[in-house]
């Protein structure tokens, strides 16, 4: 009879999720979160799919799948990098953030219905009771302003803030807070939803500074708010 070797997995971690890409995006995001791959760190698919034991074809989509998280970055023929945004580039999409979310925030505010803001609320209860990871804590971060967002009626101006804001929601994910400081930042979206609720007479534009603040350093030093708030 002939001899049949034994097939083994070839990540043998338990609790593998159903897809091998699924599993790598897992393992490669907790490895970029826990610091053994640092912002500006090249992620080498081959040296990856040899330390896994694996073909480059799963490394490479979910090399993929991490940038559309905004956790990679594609340099043109360099390859994949871990973000890496610097301060003043931190700066200049906030201010731009500013002008588009701010909008936003004014259209969802004259469109709103029950249904939405029974969303945000179950989004913002979500928050106030997170105590997982940092992943968990960005991916509702995010989920809450996607809500906002969606709720303009204005496709063009949802993708431009999905397209400007996922790498900055990464980059946070990214700097090393405790979480306290963490879930302080997360209780501050309450704010927002008061104010395009119309549960609070705080003007859009403030509250979404107030939020920003909690985050930023000087969030509108690259807009015109500059000179009103200096």
Known sequence: MEHVEPVTSPIIRP????????????LLSADILAGKYKPGDRLNE???AREFNISRI??????????EQ??????????????????????QISSLRIVLETEALRLAQARMTPEIVRKLEALVAKMDAWNGTLLEAAALDLEFHREI???TGNPYLERALNALMVPLFAHKTLEHVTKEIRRWRLSHHRIILDAVAGRSD???????????RMSYTEPERY??????TS
């Open 15 to 26: 609790n593998a999720p159903p897809t091998l890409r699924a599993h790598v995006v897992k």
């Open 58 to 67: 799963p490394v490479r989509e979910a090399l993929s799948q991490l940038q």
């Open 223 to 228: 807009s015109t708010l500059a000179k009103k």
């Open 70 to 91: 905004g956790l990679v970055q594609n340099r043109e023929r360099r390859g994949m990098f871990v973000t890496n945004i610097g301060p003043e580039e931190v700066r």
């Open 202 to 212: 705080d003007d859009p534009q403030e509250a979404l500074l107030t939020h920003m």
């Open 46 to 48: 081959s040296q990856i």
């Open 149 to 151: 967002w969606k709720a």
